[in-house]
């Protein structure tokens, strides 16, 4: 009988197990994390404090999977499942620096993925809305975000394109997929003299990450660099998105 009792408790257990048995952030972490810093993202010109304070303390290994923590400072993207990625370190750093965040802003990001990018705006701005359309992805970034107490920090399981009516409007907007188009509702979302920053071409192909710049009824567009990123998903790959419109727009 106690034998039995034993089994049982250990199969109970098992799941707590596997859970702690994941690396927490230790001296080996922090080491590969200031390098990070400092070799990938520093000498390439990012200056915000900010932005490299919070790249130096979030623990960027939690948010890979778990057979990929040990490249999870390496200088590329990896797949963290459902055909999505979390974006190379400094792509990361250069989006959020890009958004001139002063610490008082609203900002929406569409593809949560990982969460790791709204773990990063979390520590740089006010208060972050994140929508993540994959069900899965969602779930486990939500109960991750949660864990390490980014309370500041909203999340949303639907389709991103057509943005977060009900907590607009936004100082700032991240987009974390690739799209030929800027959907309408998130200019509609934007306040004024907000920036929307994104991948702006082809999903499958190479992009130039832009920065949108609203100024009432009119916007201007600034090219920073090509990049290469995931489709963005769900409406904004149908047939009867806007993409005509706003391709015509920002050439």
Known sequence: MKRSFLIVLIFTLCPVLLISARPGDTPKY???RKKMVD?????????NQKILSAMTIVPRHLFVPAELINRAYDDHPLPVGQGQTISQPYIVALMTESLQLKGGERVLEIGTGSGYQAAILAKVAKEVY???IKEKLFKKADKLLQSMGFN????HHGDGYFGWAEAAP?????I??????????FLKQLKDRGRLILPLGNPFSYQNLSLVTKNKEDYSLRQITGVLFVPMTGHALSPNSSSKTFRKDFP
Do not use: L, S
Request: glycine share 2%.
């Open 170 to 174: 936004f100082d700032c907007i991240m």
């Open 176 to 185: 974390t997929a690739a799209v030929d188009h800027i959907p309408p509702p």
């Open 152 to 155: 500041n920090v909203q999340t």
């Open 39 to 47: 070799y990938q993202i520093r000498m390439r010109g990012i200056t």
């Open 30 to 32: 922090q080491k590969a």
């Open 130 to 132: 994140t929508i993540e």
